[in-house]
T-cell receptor
Framework: AQSVTQLGSHVSVSEGALVLLRCNYSSSVPPYLFWYVQYPNQGLQLLLKYTSAATLVKGINGFEAEFKKSETSFHLTKPSAHMSDAAEYFCAVRGRNNDMRFGAGTRLTVKP | DSGVTQTPKHLITATGQRVTLRCSPR?????VYWYQQSLDQGLQFLIQ???????AKGNILERFSAQQFPDLHSELNLSSLELGDSALYFC?????????????FGAGSRLTVL
């Protein structure tokens, strides 16, 4: 069954540092993968999605993710963290039944 | 504003009671999803509807039920409420509910059971 695992429930970086949030997927078929962001007291917003058109996917706010089949990974990166990036980030995969399955989330803290 | 409307935003009730959460999907979206978000369980998929029909079922308790009406709005009914049902309930909608279709989330309904 399709599922995702996010490594690290909390990640802390300094402002201007690289952001790396890890997501590994489990899927027997080419997956549809997504990253969402949740700011405090808000719903989730789409950052980017992978649909097999390109392995490097660019999203909003300077984020990007690379699909690596050999590593079953879809890690989210941003070259330079900004204070406004502090939020919770969720990796998700479209399931066989067309449900959307989310990882446990990674809370990103950005230190000044 | 995402275009997905959830009411009420906050709800406080007592154990044993029943509540109804309402969701209006984004204009043009046919599929509605319900999720429960709590600190200990994370974001749990409850149920999905597509154009009035149930399409997928997740970890939804028997005390919970949902439906999608002809005008495409959806309601999540929670009955015999327990303390552990306190959570943020999200509705999301998408155009077709499959493949690369993305979900657009509402702001959520925060349920507190006392």
């Amino acid at each position: 069954a399709q599922s995702v695992t996010q490594l690290g429930s909390h990640v802390s970086v300094s402002e201007g540092a690289l952001v790396l949030l890890r997501c590994n997927y489990s899927s027997s078929v080419p997956p549809y993968l997504f990253w969402y962001v949740q700011y405090p007291n808000q719903g989730l917003q789409l950052l980017l999605k992978y649909t097999s058109a390109a392995t490097l996917v660019k999203g909003i706010n300077g984020f990007e993710a690379e699909f690596k089949k050999s590593e079953t990974s879809f890690h989210l990166t941003k070259p330079s963290a900004h204070m406004s990036d502090a939020a919770e980030y969720f990796c998700a995969v479209r399931g066989r039944n067309n449900d959307m399955r989310f990882g446990a989330g990674t809370r990103l803290t950005v230190k000044p | 504003d995402s275009g997905v409307t959830q009411t009420p935003k906050h709800l406080i009730t007592a154990t044993g009671q029943r509540v109804t959460l309402r969701c209006s999907p984004r204009s043009g979206d046919l599929s509605v999803y319900w999720y429960q978000q709590s600190l200990d369980q994370g974001l749990q998929f409850l149920i999905q509807y597509y154009n009035g029909e149930e399409r997928a079922k997740g970890n939804i308790l028997e005390r919970f039920s949902a439906q999608q009406f002809p005008d495409l709005h959806s309601e999540l009914n929670l009955s015999s409420l327990e303390l552990g049902d306190s959570a943020l309930y999200f509705c999301a909608s998408s155009t077709t509910g499959s493949g690369a279709n993305v979900l657009t989330f509402g702001a959520g309904s925060r349920l507190t059971v006392l």
